[in-house]
C-alpha cells in the first residue's frame, strides 16, 4: 500500500508538472493577442529584432553545448529523463524559431498587409473581418519566443541548481 504522505506527493507532483506545460500555453497566448492587438508586423525597423532573436537562440545553443558534460555527471539520477526532455524540447523550439524568422523574411514582402473576409450569417447577418496576414505571422512568431525564453531561463535555473547540488555533495 502506498502511504498518504507519499499519495500526497505524486499528487502534488502531477499537478506541478500540468501547471507546468499549461504554463508554456499561457505564456504563449498571452504574448500571442498582445502582439497581435498592437499590430505587431516584420518591417525595416523590426528586422533587428528579428536579428537579435536569432542571436538569442545562438547563444543558447552555447549554452547547451557548455552544458553537456552535466548531462554525464547526473546520469543515474532519477530526474535525468525529464530533464533531457526538456531539453530536446528547448532545442526544437530553437530550431523553430530560427526556421520560423527565415520564412518571415522569405515570404513577408509576398503577404497582403489587410485582407478583407466578408461571410454571411443567416442570410441577413453580414460580418466583415480584416484579416491581416504578416501580423499574425509575426505575432505568433512573438509568441513562441517569448516561450522559448522562458524555457531557456528555466534550463538556466535548472543548471543552477544541478551545480549547487553537486557543489554541497
Given amino acids: 500500500m502506498i502511504s498518504a504522505d507519499n499519495h500526497n506527493e505524486i499528487r502534488k507532483g502531477k499537478i506541478k508538472k500540468g501547471l ?3 504554463i508554456d500555453y499561457v505564456i504563449f497566448m498571452i504574448s500571442f493577442w498582445a502582439s497581435y492587438l498592437l499590430s505587431f508586423s516584420y518591417n525595416d525597423d523590426t528586422s533587428l529584432f528579428n536579428d537579435k532573436l536569432i542571436d538569442v537562440c545562438s547563444i543558447f545553443f552555447g549554452v547547451f553545448i557548455g552544458c553537456m558534460y552535466l548531462f554525464e555527471k547526473f546520469k543515474n539520477d532519477e530526474t535525468h529523463t525529464e530533464f533531457i526532455k526538456f531539453s530536446k524540447k528547448l532545442l526544437y ?10 520564412v518571415i523574411i522569405l515570404v513577408n514582402p509576398i503577404l497582403p498587409d489587410i485582407r478583407k473576409l466578408t461571410y454571411i450569417l443567416f442570410s441577413y447577418v453580414y460580418l466583415n473581418l480584416d484579416f491581416k496576414p504578416k501580423v499574425l505571422m509575426f505575432s505568433s512568431y512573438v509568441a513562441l519566443f517569448t516561450v522559448t525564453i522562458y524555457n531557456i531561463f528555466r534550463f538556466i535555473k535548472i543548471i543552477l541548481i544541478i551545480l549547487k547540488s553537486k557543489e554541497t555533495q
Fill in 20 to 22: 507546468y506545460s499549461s
Fill in 93 to 102: 523550439l530553437n530550431l523553430i524559431i530560427i526556421t520560423f524568422s527565415f
